[in-house]
């Protein structure tokens, strides 16, 4: 069954505009980068474009290796979602929303950030580590979205090893977006 959609006339640029309620919904804001194209069926598809989904494979590869290596979650985010997990439920966490709020301060950070989340906003709605290690992806200067290590557990939580480690994987990926 299909969604019933909003109907918009193009104008004479071929442009249109897209609702409100839509922009809302795909946390779209002017200036925000659109990946168009068409589907089998002749569609034309609207998705948010993120680069980090360009290389959502090494994301996902870099996460598995980041956990096999240390043992902690490892997790890529853009700056809207979860794009790869290991070493925690993929169903629960991949395509997670990113708090806004907490992404805001990761972007004025200078270096990674290392938190004991007791009491503090998730990063991650719904994720909700005993301490992370969270490094920024930037291209150009821009945030681009965030690599984190994880742990759960109180009594083994991340240390200097996986700061340095963390870093380096925000630095792989950002060149990859180049």
Same mark, same amino acid.
């Given at each position: 069954?299909?969604?019933?959609?909003?109907?918009?006339?193009?104008?004479?640029?071929?442009?249109?505009?897209?609702?409100?309620?839509?922009?809302?919904?795909?946390?779209?804001?002017?200036?925000?980068?659109?990946?168009?194209?068409?589907?089998?069926?002749?569609?034309?598809?609207?998705?948010?474009?993120?680069?980090?989904?360009?290389?959502?494979?090494?994301?996902?590869?870099?996460?598995?290796?980041?956990?096999?290596?240390?043992?902690? !979650?490892?997790?890529?985010?853009?700056?809207?979602? /979860? #794009?790869? @997990? $290991?070493?925690?439920?993929? *169903?629960?966490?991949? &395509?997670?929303?990113?708090?806004?709020?907490?992404?805001?301060?990761?972007?004025?950070?200078?270096?990674?950030?290392?938190?004991?989340?007791?009491?503090?906003?998730?990063?991650?709605?719904?994720?909700?580590?005993?301490?992370?290690?969270?490094?920024? !992806?930037?291209?150009?200067?821009?945030?681009?979205? /965030? #690599?984190? @290590? $994880?742990?759960?557990?109180? *009594?083994?939580?991340? &240390?200097?090893?996986?700061?340095?480690?963390?870093?380096?994987?925000?630095?792989?990926?950002?060149?990859?977006?180049?």
């Amino acid at each position: 069954m299909k969604e019933t959609g909003v109907v918009r006339r193009m104008d004479e640029l071929g442009r249109i505009v897209i609702p409100k309620e839509i922009r809302r919904t795909l946390r779209i804001r002017e200036g925000d980068p659109l990946e168009i194209f068409i589907d089998r069926g002749n569609e034309v598809i609207l998705k948010r474009y993120a680069p980090i989904t360009a290389v959502e494979d090494h994301a996902q590869e870099y996460v598995e290796a980041l956990h096999d290596s240390l043992g902690f !979650i490892a997790i890529v985010a853009d700056t809207q979602e /979860v #794009v790869g @997990v $290991a070493g925690a439920p993929k *169903k629960q966490l991949l &395509g997670r929303a990113v708090n806004e709020d907490e992404l805001a301060k990761i972007a004025q950070a200078e270096d990674v950030i290392v938190s004991h989340t007791a009491g503090q906003p998730p990063l991650i709605e719904g994720f909700e580590p005993e301490s992370q290690v969270i490094a920024p !992806i930037r291209r150009d200067g821009e945030l681009e979205g /965030v #690599v984190i @290590v $994880a742990s759960r557990d109180p *009594k083994h939580p991340v &240390g200097e090893l996986e700061q340095a480690v963390v870093r380096t994987a925000a630095d792989f990926l950002a060149r990859q977006l180049r």
